[in-house]
């Protein structure tokens, strides 16, 4: 079993930035895909960025050039960096872990982007 916590959310003003972060914790393999997802209230669950061991990152166009995905091996985590936040960047962020014989997801951050 992996178990992951996010941290890092909040409320922040259009233009700002967050960092959210998402510790891993278990049967750690070093071969993984990890990825940030977010969902809006009524909306479904869409993924937002993916980070592999080998530092491989994939983005979803709306957030190119404003989130910067990126891990530390030696602490487990991984990070997302947002900048340049906007309204429709409000959301429930969710981490999740896909590793042989498993697929892991924490339970939710908070990202509020408002004036």
């Known amino acids: 079993q992996v178990q992951l916590v996010e941290s890092g959310g909040g409320l922040v003003q259009p233009g700002g930035s967050l960092r959210l972060s998402c510790a891993a914790s278990?049967?750690?393999?070093?071969?993984?895909?990890m990825s940030w997802y977010r969902q809006a209230p009524g909306k479904q669950r869409d993924l937002v960025a993916t980070?592999?061991?080998?530092?491989?990152?994939t983005y979803t166009d709306s957030v190119k050039g404003r989130f910067t995905i990126s891990k530390d091996d030696a602490k487990n985590t991984v990070y997302l960096q947002m900048n340049s936040l906007k309204p429709e960047d409000t959301a429930v962020y969710y981490c999740?872990?896909?590793?042989?014989?498993?697929?892991?997801w924490g339970q939710g951050t908070q990202v509020t982007v408002s004036s």
């Open positions: 999740n872990r896909v590793q042989e014989k498993g697929d892991y």
């Open positions: 980070i592999v061991n080998t530092g491989y990152t």
């Open positions: 278990g049967n750690i393999f070093s071969i993984y895909h």
